[in-house]
């Protein structure tokens, strides 16, 4: 709308200009320009209107960014139940908490995902900073190493990321959407760090109850070898790795055909690649892949099964047998990945397939993570290495989940944490009820009253059944003179008077029997 008005005032100073040189032939030519920008702009104008509902005064399409969406109180209490879960895990593993910028300089996240990087956020330049953002919350991670000079660290990160991706809202796929990070950073012994990610996923996921899972676990060097085994490019490794990537979303005819088609790999190499790619077991699996000739040629592959091998006996001792499942479909296309690679899956009942044999049927990815050894010397000005290993909870899916799981059983969660409601019986108390709840936001009590200063005995205390409010304070004249309040438990509806004096104490006596369970 701007840029039309700014055009029919060019053309007004040209039309000025053009008069007094050449005469009114150009002018007449001109105004019939500047009725066609005025048509434009009217145009224009009753399109605005259309698409925000018409009528006078500024007007709004009110809807929330494509790939975004609000959060009620009912999805938040859902939200931050899950939240407090995760990281009571998190520190009970020993993890210390940190945050970084919402944006980082375009160049930090640059070259780090692979062909993901398409999805990247950028924004306009802002006083010489180019800046976008974050994709992530472990690119950001390895740069706060680096420049802070940390070596050693436990940390766990929750934040809000930004994708520029096709988002799917029903699977929980959003553009923006919080990530929950752990990672481990220092110099530590093979597999020990890596295998405690494993554990904090499976605490997660089992802590969570959101139906069975298991933790796909491979190997970065191993996906190398075996690239090189199969005769791909060095060149191609990474983009081959990509398409491999996607076997959790399409069938293997799909993949084979965009490694051909789109990779250039000729049919023989993506036929052999496709004969590892659909192999998946534990220990057995690492001994036999141990005995294959044209894998352990390839230096990095003898390697990667190594630490495969020491993985999964980690995981073992750490009782995680029935979790966890060595899966050469694993790729994640992520570049800066240099080692072991995770991915918990949620799976439904058996299904018939492939021919009549029975395997778990795939939900949703709902973590992932591994090792990057290389990514914070990328960042560092003398190229210093700091080893990291992490995981990520993709609780947007989580969430989703849960949601769906507390519609279709109609559960209601409350969504303060208020556990005493301040009554009056009847007029002339509201200075009373004040002094009451004074006394109880002072004690330490969750505590709230009517804002009328005459409310109906019967609204506040359907109030305190609709918000779930354990106990209901009733101040009554009479029972004031007397030195009483009435305190009523509110889902028995049972009374009893209690002393006014020392009421705060009181109450928290019996809200500490009511949270362990004695009252």
Known sequence: MLGVLRMIQKKRHIRAFCTSVVGRSIENQIDVEVAKLLALKAKVAEDEAEATGGGGGQKFLLKTPKGTRDYNPQQMALRQGVLDKIVTVFRKHGAESIDTPVFERKEVLTGKYGEDSKLIYD???????????????????????????????????????????????????????????????????????????????????????????????????????????????????????????????????????????????????????????????????VEKLEKDPKLTAAKSAVSGLEQMKKLLKYCEVLGLTNEIRFDLSLARGLDYYTGVIYEAVLTAMPEMVNGGEVEPVTLGSVAGGGRYDNLVGMFDPKGKQVPCVGVSIGVERIFSLLEAKQAAEGIKIRTTDVEVFVASAHKGLHEQRLKIITELWDGGIKAEHSYKENPKLLVQLQHCEEAGIPFALILGDSELKRGVVKLREVTSRKEEEISRENIAEELSRRLSLLRNGDF
Not at 204 to 228: A, C
Not at 238 to 243: D, K, N, V, Y
Not at 265 to 284: F, N
Request: charged letters at 30%.
């Open 123 to 285: 924004l306009k330049d802002q006083g010489g900073e180019i800046l976008s953002l974050r994709y992530d919350l472990t690119v950001p991670l390895a740069r706060y190493l680096a420049m802070s000079k940390i070596s050693s660290i436990k940390r766990y990160h929750i934040a809000k990321v930004y994708r520029r991706d096709n988002p799917a809202m029903t699977r929980g796929r959003y553009r923006e959407f919080y990530q929950c990070d752990f990672d481990i950073a220092g110099t530590y012994d093979a597999m020990i760090p890596d295998a405690e990610c494993v554990k904090v996923v499976s605490e997660i996921l089992s802590g969570l109850d959101i139906g069975d899972y298991v933790i796909k676990l491979n190997h970065r060097m191993l996906l190398d070898g075996m690239f090189e085994a199969c005769g791909v490019p060095a060149d191609k490794f990474r983009s081959i790795c990509s398409a491999v990537d996607k076997l959790d979303k399409s069938p293997w005819a799909e993949v084979k055909r965009e490694m051909m088609e789109e990779k250039g790999l000729d049919e023989s190499t993506a036929d052999q690649i496709g004969e590892y790619v659909q192999l998946a077991g534990g220990l057995e699996l």
